[in-house]
């Protein structure tokens, strides 16, 4: 049989249909497993740059719960961010930015204050940077820089510098060896501010209108 | 231990090893070796890859036609390649973002088709299955060895942790190692020291 024509073909179909079948079936037992892990990496990216929700150690479980009770669902207000309230005012909003990285596309969440100028941190969900250079935007050495910053009015809200370079109230160093994940970074961080910003600005001057 | 199990040992690990003698998967050794930590979940992925697809292909050796037997070994490389990548998704996924593209890469990593070829085709499953492990393992040391120099020269930790002298003032961290040209320089340093270690036994034994 194996000097049939035909052999090879059914051979291969039959292989095929057997392994595969044994991936799809793997794959459908893991994938709300997976899906549930890229939603928790997301809350937690937001829980770690609203300030005072995130604490060491924590369980994945006890950091879902914490995004449940605490942060609210974007809504009319914040303009696609997701935003932590106090009594029903806003007290700090968790932007997401994404864009295209070096490699790969870089997911991230922006914490800024109510005052809509203040940074309150930046972490990073999803990137595929080169390991040890351009993946240390998602080390503490590099986000922790942004905690404090202030936006500024003009075409750049946040500026990386060149490493060693001095710091205004919005600049933050770049990463060592890693321009190009550096540059492509700032402009992602800055396109999403932007918009975001003239967003609420449009939101709040149509608020205004309505009630007067 | 049987003879022919020791030959496959000492084979696999170091007199044809796959780094330094028969120069295959070099493109992984350049590309997951800055970081001991990603080096270590690497090899692991390639010595259940490399085992296991080794041993299914030498279960299939007698009905696979010899003509399309390249088509069916790639197959069952990616087969066992996205169930890693799966597992890796669904239970460790911070490891899963380290890694990145580079377990779906194991497919295309060269020593799985040589092996599966030079040895999977021909043996029974036990001994393909025994020489995917030891071939596997000897690769892992070796990226092992060059990963910790890179990571130690390159950002002074070890697995992540700051070293003494390497991570203080006195040491200019050598950002080369950690990019790309670094993993030339140490893989030809690693495969130099070796070889000679085995000209030396060989002129010996003249």
Redesign the interface.
């Known amino acids: 049989m194996r000097e049939k024509k035909w052999f090879p073909v059914v051979y291969m179909f039959a292989v095929t249909a057997c392994f595969s079948s044994i991936v799809i079936g793997f794959s459908q037992f893991t994938s709300a497993k997976v899906q549930a892990n890229q939603y928790l990496a997301f809350e937690k990216a937001v829980l770690m740059v609203l300030p005072g929700l995130m604490e060491e150690g924590e369980s994945r479980l006890q950091l879902h719960e914490t995004y449940v009770e605490r942060v609210s669902e974007p809504d009319e207000r914040s303009a696609g961010a997701c935003t932590l309230r106090e009594a029903g005012e806003i007290v700090a909003y968790a932007l997401p930015i994404s864009g295209q990285g070096f490699w790969a596309p870089i997911k991230g969440v922006i914490g800024v204050e109510a005052d809509k100028k203040t940074i309150t941190g930046i972490a990073f969900y999803e990137q595929n940077e080169t390991p040890g250079l351009g993946a240390q935007i998602t080390t503490s050495a590099f986000t922790s820089q942004f905690e404090g910053k202030v936006i500024s009015p003009g075409d750049k809200p946040l500026s990386l510098e060149r490493p060693g370079d001095e710091l205004g109230m919005s600049d933050v160093h770049a990463v060592t060896g890693a321009t190009q994940t550096s540059s492509r970074l700032e402009k992602i961080i800055n396109d999403s501010l932007k918009k975001w910003l003239a967003e609420l600005d449009e939101k709040s001057e149509r608020g205004s209108q309505q009630k007067t | 231990m049987k003879s022919e199990t020791r030959k496959i040992i000492s084979d696999g690990l170091w007199n044809n090893n796959p780094i330094f003698r028969q120069v295959l998967g070099i493109c992984s050794t350049l590309a ?1 070796t ?2 001991l930590a ?1 080096t270590v979940v690497m090899c692991v992925a390639l010595i259940f890859t490399l085992s296991l697809s080794a041993a299914t292909v030498s279960m ?1 050796r007698r ?3 010899r ?2 037997r390249m ?2 070994e790639t ?2 490389i990616a ?1 066992y390649v ?2 890693v990548d ?2 890796l ?3 460790w ?1 911070e490891m899963s ?2 890694l ?2 580079y377990v779906g890469l194991i497919i295309t990593n060269c020593i799985v088709m040589g092996r599966c070829e030079a040895c999977g085709n021909i043996n029974p499953p036990a001994h393909s299955f025994l020489d995917g492990l030891f071939n596997a393992l000897g690769y892992s040391f070796v990226l092992l060895i060059i990963a910790t120099i890179r ?1 130690l020269f ?2 002074g930790t070890f697995l992540g942790y700051p070293m003494p002298y390497f991570s203080g003032p006195y040491w200019d961290k050598w ?1 080369v190692m ?2 790309p040209p670094g993993a030339f320089f140490t893989l030809a340093v690693v495969t130099w020291v070796f070889r000679s270690f085995e000209i030396r036994r060989e002129n010996k034994s003249k």
């Open positions: 997951v800055n970081l990603n299939l009905f696979t036609p003509n399309i088509m069916v197959l069952i087969f996205i169930v799966l597992v998704k669904a239970y996924p973002t380290n990145g593209p990571e390159g950002m950002i950690v990019a």
